[in-house]
């Protein structure tokens, strides 16, 4: 460290003036001297990257006070370990934390400059896949309104989840090129690099004090290049870090190499390292088991775990790190991080394995998101032990002792010992990272209520019969920043006209609103911004997608990842059944509710069933769009490229919120909140979050159907054959029939043919089994929806009654249940 002299380095650093002049210059100024141009040259991408940085000012110097207060209190830090954040657009969220909407929006217009174009330039960073990596935003952000210390750590891809386009109705998958147009949110420090060791093998050898050892001799290695994010509390002056990694060469080139003339092996070492950070995996929930994906994960826990040794043991005394920091595991994608904290402690610290297992113990918890089996991933210990082979001795080290204990426990019952171990020995030997994470775990949590209970009947139900008090519940939770007030502002203000201000981050007080359900004007009020929410959805799908919808329709929404489990199909079945009763004459004209059906999904590339689901929506859609005879009554859209920034404009515009997986197969769900936060009424069964969302807001505010979990369970035991449904349902044997007539796709029946033979004789998610209960809730909301009175009240309770849902919540638990952390005074 050095000594400065100068009165302006000494004194702290300040944050430029916050009013329209300063802003103003503040902006000029990064865009002439950064930029390198004059306002009159430049270009939209300019003022974009201009205007973030400017707005960076005003936060750093609450970022770098954070930061020093953390280092100098020695506060309990949460590290938030996770292979995916899926932030969505940083600009408005930025501006709406520093308080700067206004300003900011003045002082563009001074310069010329609608801040509507700048926004609408932003690429967001697509670092996650679906409800896992937007959750991890949503904590971080409440961890910075709350003013609890925490630094993110995850992978900073080069690309993204895939920009989903569709050639023809299919889907065709479009590199995402985030980075391509600059990146002014973050600050990459090349001077933190880290080294990550791969490969090789381990020997034992005898040290000074004549104690064996084991050492690893690794074979080849990276560098671990960090780039910070800025994470600004609402309007409360607190700025935590975000650290994403990024993989580079150790060496960018091999000089020997290239003077002999081989340029193109001389940079291959360069792109060998640096595919570590390429590209995201996009499957969601169904891991692929590739090398490059494993190391992808410990690339980023072994960057993370010797970044925040070095950052904040200051004194390196690596026994206290249980009071400094709990790393949370958001799933397994982070769970190496047990045996390399151990290598760590007992081959680099020196630690005895006793001590270094009691520290490691304490410093990890573990949240599960899945229920599904084939979701919980599993590394063959060939593959382990090749890439790490430290880590695997270490992870049978600890399994071994842990297997002791087991037997000890529970003597006699060596099937007991089989079933516990983390080494499954059966189809190949391979180790069960969820049951590593659980054994290494302080606490291990699930992520709604009847999630987590199954998580302890059924996943985990040994581990939970052994360690009762580890297992809890911490139900999900959503960012009212992001969800409502940025994504909705109509409705935010007005909430803020009745309530007065503070809700937004207390969000619980949302249920003063309720004797305003029965208050004519405020529900005018209320349906006012939903139909202005719609008609803003209306214009951007316009532009965007060059679809024209009809103003006055129902509007019902499914948007997630496209998965058989979350059952997209179900809801097809549902239109194409309306389709098929109108075009038979079944039903009148006149007796239908008109609705307006849309559809977000992206699928993993090599889901063959899921992409197959995507192209008979979108044939359905052409067929029905296109009839002239339905054309009142029904539309069918698919936007391609659901993303954070599409749902901010479509949440707030749904009537009708779809939540229709199978029950016990969604662990929790988090649009299900965002919609009823939204004011949408929710048709969905007894699964994941639902469950919690419909005891709050009451069952005659949301549309239930479908069997229970335990009726799943029991039907699954005594055979399903789902095309006993379709003998015995008229209906959904003309539904099914239509599709498979060729109906929607040209008259060729083999077209969907396999579609409907899954759904016949395999139909893993009973959607058959549902279908008839699905259809009859559904006809309960076109009733709903007749009487506009009654679900107006219905849609003001469904956000009276959802404050519980905000992420804020979601932390308090996750603080006295789990990390026992404190804010920063
Ligand atoms: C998801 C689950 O599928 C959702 O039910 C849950 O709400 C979220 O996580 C957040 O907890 N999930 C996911 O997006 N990716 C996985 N690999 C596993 C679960």
């Avoid at 169904?286 to 190391?295: A, D, N, S, V």
Wanted: net charge negative; hydrophobic share 40%; aromatic share 10%.
């Amino acid at each position: 460290s050095f000594q400065p002299t100068h009165p302006l380095a000494l004194a702290p650093v300040t944050s430029p003036p916050h009013s329209v002049d300063g802003f103003v210059r503040e902006f000029l100024r990064e865009l002439n001297t950064d930029a390198g141009v004059t306002l009159s040259r430049s270009t939209v991408n300019d003022q974009y990257l201009s205007l973030a940085r400017t707005v960076r000012h005003y936060l750093s110097a609450r970022w770098l006070e954070n930061t020093r207060k953390v280092r100098e209190t020695k506060a309990k830090m949460v590290g938030y370990l996770s292979a995916e954040f899926l932030l969505g657009r940083q600009l408005g969220n930025a501006l709406l934390a520093t308080d700067l909407e206004e300003i900011a929006e003045k002082a563009l217009a001074e310069c010329g400059i609608d801040i509507a174009t700048l926004r609408a330039q932003e690429v967001e960073p697509g670092l996650g896949n679906g409800g896992l990596g937007r959750l991890a935003a949503c904590f971080i952000d409440s961890l910075a309104t709350m003013g609890v210390p925490c630094i993110g750590y995850g992978i900073r891809y080069e690309y993204g989840i895939f920009r989903q386009t569709f050639v023809d109705g299919r889907q065709v998958e479009q590199p995402d090129t985030w980075l391509s147009l600059g990146s002014p949110w973050e600050f990459p420090h090349p001077e933190h690099a880290v080294q990550v060791d791969f490969g090789g093998h381990t020997e034992t050898y005898t040290d000074g004090d004549g104690v064996e050892r084991t050492r690893w001799v690794p074979a080849w290695n990276v560098l671990g290049m960090p780039y910070n994010y800025m994470v600004p509390g609402y309007q409360n002056g607190q700025v935590n870090t975000l650290r994403l990694w990024s993989a580079q060469a150790t060496k960018a080139f091999d000089l020997p190499t290239f003077n002999s003339g081989d340029y193109a092996d001389a940079v291959r070492a360069q792109t060998f390292a640096e595919n570590i950070t390429k590209v995201l995996y996009p499957e969601d929930s169904t891991p692929q088991g590739k090398e490059l994906r494993l190391q992808q994960q410990y690339f980023f826990v072994a960057c993370s775990i010797r970044d925040f040794l070095d950052r904040f043991i200051l004194d390196g005394d690596v026994t206290t790190l249980p009071e400094r920091v709990i790393f949370q595991l958001n799933d397994t994608h982070p769970v190496i991080a047990v045996p390399e904290l151990m290598r760590v402690l007992v081959d680099i610290e020196k630690l005895d394995w006793d001590a270094a297992w009691a520290i490691t113990k304490q410093c990890f918890a573990y949240t599960c998101h899945t229920l599904l089996p084939e979701a919980l991933e599993v590394w063959p210990t060939e593959l382990l032990g090749r890439l790490l082979p430290r880590h695997l001795e270490i992870i049978y080290r600890i399994n071994d002792e842990f297997l002791a204990e087991v037997r000890a426990a529970y003597p006699d019952d060596e099937l007991r010992a089989r079933q516990m171990s983390i080494i499954a020995e059966y189809p190949e030997r391979s180790v069960r990272m969820a049951y590593l994470a659980t054994v290494a775990g302080s606490k291990v949590n699930g992520v709604a209520e009847l999630h987590s209970q199954l998580l302890r009947d059924k996943v985990l139900h040994d581990f939970s019969e052994y360690w009762p008090e580890k297992f809890t519940n911490v139900t999900n939770g959503v960012t009212p920043r992001r969800f409502m007030r940025l994504a909705n502002p109509g409705l935010s203000g007005l909430i803020t006209e009745t309530l007065g201000t503070g809700w937004l981050t207390d969000l619980e007080r949302l249920a003063e609103l309720e004797p305003y359900a029965e208050d004519a004007d405020f529900r005018d009020a209320f349906v006012k911004i939903k139909e202005a929410n719609k008609t803003r959805l209306y214009r951007l799908l316009q532009a965007r997608d060059g679809v024209a919808l009809p103003g006055h329709h129902l509007l019902d929404v499914m948007v997630k990842r496209l998965h058989e489990y979350k059952r997209q199909s179900l809801k097809l079945l549902h239109i194409v059944s309306i389709y098929e009763q109108i075009i038979t004459g079944k039903v009148a004209l006149d007796q239908i509710t008109p609705r307006t059906f849309v559809f977000g999904a992206k699928a993993a590339p090599g889901y063959r069933i899921a992409k197959e689901t995507i192209y008979l929506i979108n044939s359905v859609a052409k067929v029905v769009n296109s009839d002239p005879l339905v054309k009142d009554v029904l539309k069918v859209v698919f936007p391609a490229n659901y993303n954070v920034t599409l749902a901010e404009t479509l949440i707030p515009a749904a009537d009708l919120s779809e939540q229709i997986s199978l029950a016990g197969k969604e662990a929790s769900g988090t649009g299900n909140m965002k919609f009823a936060l939204n004011g949408a009424l929710t048709i969905g069964t007894d699964d994941g979050a639902n469950v919690e969302i419909r005891k709050l807001v009451g069952d005659e505010h949301f549309f239930l159907f479908g069997l229970a979990e335990p009726e799943v369970a029991e039907l699954q035991a005594k055979g399903y054959h789902p095309h006993e449904y379709y003998e015995s349902d008229p209906q959904l044997k003309a539904t099914l029939d239509l599709i498979a007539s060729g109906h929607f796709s040209g008259g060729d029946r083999s077209v969907f043919e396999p579609l409907v033979s899954n759904l016949l004789y395999d139909d893993r998610f009973m959607a058959l089994a549902d279908f008839k209960d699905y259809a009859e809730a559904q006809a309960r909301v076109d009733a709903a929806y007749a009487d506009q009175e009654t679900w107006a009240r219905s849609a003001v309770l469904n956000v009276a009654r959802s404050g519980f849902f905000s992420s804020d919540r979601s932390m308090r638990d996750y603080i006295d249940r789990i990390w026992h952390t404190q804010p920063l005074r």
